[in-house]
Nanobody, 121 residues
Framework: QVQLVESGGGLVQAGGSLRLSCAAS????????MGWYRQAPGKQRELVAG???????IYADSVKGRFTISRDNAKNTVYLQMNSLKPKDTAVYYC???????????????WGQGTQVTVSS
């Protein structure tokens, strides 16, 4: 079993920044791809960014150039740096463990509890 624990959400004004963190319990963390998803009220959960075990990344078009995903394998942690935040970025953000191939991210059924990000205008 894998436990994923997110932190770093909060309330920020438009144009501001937040950094989300996700700590994984799995000792083989470095072998897995990791992803960040978000779900806004009334909308489906969507992929925000993914990172392979080797550091390749993929982003949703809506966050390209503003968000950066990274990982620290020594700490079993994946990060999401979010800059130039917009009100439409408001959502619950979830960490996921998955796989990465051919430029795509594929989620496994391992999810964190979610962390709320609210961007005010």
């Amino acid at each position: 079993q894998v436990q994923l624990v997110e932190s770093g959400g909060g309330l920020v004004q438009a144009g501001g920044s937040l950094r989300l963190s996700c700590a994984a319990s799995r000792s083989t963390f470095s072998l897995n791809a990791m992803g960040w998803y978000r779900q806004a009220p009334g909308k489906q959960r969507e992929l925000v960014a993914g990172i392979s075990s080797g550091g390749s990344t993929i982003y949703a078009d809506s966050v390209k150039g503003r968000f950066t995903i990274s990982r620290d394998n020594a700490k079993n942690t994946v990060y999401l740096q979010m800059n130039s935040l917009k009100p439409k970025d408001t959502a619950v953000y979830y960490c996921n463990l998955g796989s990465y191939g051919r430029g795509s991210y594929f989620p496994y059924d391992y999810w964190g509890q979610g962390t709320q990000v609210t961007v005010s205008s």
